[in-house]
């Protein structure tokens, strides 16, 4: 499921230590009342933005947010990725302190050896020594205390995701292969089909009251395949091809890629036991039903396999924790200064 909350938060602490902008830092020297040259007559004045079930949200956090990262921890819901950076922050920490609400009434906790164990183990993964990462902290304005407590928040979120949304996460094989396919563009390639055809022939001299009839049939074909008739009797009946009456239209085994393009595409997206609408050809009319769809499956997909998994399960989660918020923030009593926003977008022009 890719590296937990913790991790990615350290990893952008020091990426903004490695690389520290002129604006980030005197975002810091606002946010934490440090007078420069520049800015000795600026003193910080707070105020409230926004109110979480009775849990403040003030400027000074917005704005500590913006300036020293990570502008999103959780999910900007529902701002968007062209929205202000403080209204992205803002509503950021909204969602942020829902779930940290919740995990208190679940009782979710890191005691402080716990998270020293935790940081310990990170600070080993990449041969970072504790003296390292706290002359990186001095540098970012932070100190190791507040570091931690960071760290225990991070870890408490991945506790309640795991609580709360990993038993509804279900991602199967054939998840994984048809993520695959859609990010590798191999799906012509990798999927096997039996399929089974009916066909209305129309002959190349066929009158005009004989082509409407034949397109008036093949709907009337689609109707009663809709209305529940299996489709090996629908070709029984209907179909225009005496082998396919024999044999309820199966086909051989066949490759989506080697299928024409007009037939590709009606079939491409429909799972087993399920048919397509008429297709018109010059030839006449066609419906076509999955009765099995394999993955061929080849190498490259058998070397990504695990990183496709992990990749899908936390593009899954996102999608859980997204519902979550969106289902919670309809529950709580969410209460937004009326000129936040207004100032948000001010400071940002």
């Given at each position: 499921m890719g590296r937990n909350g913790s991790e990615q938060y350290t990893d952008q602490v020091i990426s903004n230590i490695l690389r520290p902008s002129?604006?980030?830092l005197i975002g810091l020297w606002i946010s934490f009342g440090i007078s420069t040259p520049l800015l000795a007559a600026e003193q910080l004045i707070d105020r409230l933005l926004a109110e979480v079930n009775g849990e403040a949200i003030t400027y000074s956090q917005?704005?500590?947010k913006v300036?020293?990262?990570p502008l999103i921890e959780v999910s900007p819901y529902p701002a968007l990725e062209s929205d202000p950076q403080e209204?992205?922050?803002l509503q950021d920490l909204i969602n942020k302190t829902m779930i940290m609400?919740?995990?208190d009434e679940l009782d979710l906790e890191v005691s402080d050896s716990e998270l020293q164990e935790e940081i310990n183990k990170f600070l080993q993964r990449r041969q970072m020594t504790k003296e390292a990462l706290m002359e990186a902290l001095a540098q970012q304005g932070m100190s190791?205390?507040?570091y931690k407590e960071d760290f225990r928040t991070q870890s408490i979120i991945q506790m309640f995701q795991g609580r709360e949304l990993l038993p509804q996460l279900k991602v199967t094989d054939r998840d994984v292969q048809l993520y695959y396919l859609r990010n590798s563009g191999s799906l012509g390639e990798n999927i096997k089909l039996s399929l089974k055809q009916l066909d209305v022939s129309i002959p190349s001299d066929a009158v005009p009251a004989v082509k409407e009839g034949k397109k008036q049939l093949i709907e009337k074909v689609y109707q009663e395949l809709e209305g529940g008739m299996p489709f090996d009797q629908a070709v029984k009946i209907y179909s225009d091809n005496e082998s396919a009456r024999e044999n309820g239209g199966a086909m051989p085994q066949i490759f989506l890629k080697d299928l024409a393009p007009m037939f590709q595409n009606s079939i491409k997206d429909l799972?087993?036991?399920r048919y397509t609408r008429p297709i018109e050809t010059p030839g006449g009319y066609f419906i076509f039903y999955v009765e099995k769809r394999e993955f061929a499956g080849n190498d490259d997909y058998q070397k990504k396999k695990p990183q496709l998994e992990a990749a899908l399960k936390?593009?899954?989660?996102?999608?859980?924790l997204q519902k979550w918020i969106e289902s919670q923030r309809r529950r709580s009593n969410i209460k937004i200064k009326d000129d936040a926003v207004g100032k948000e977008k001010a400071a940002a022009s």
């Open positions: 002129f604006g980030a917005v704005q500590t300036s020293k990262g209204r992205i922050a609400q919740k995990a190791y205390e507040q799972e087993e036991g936390q593009e899954e989660m996102g999608k859980l």
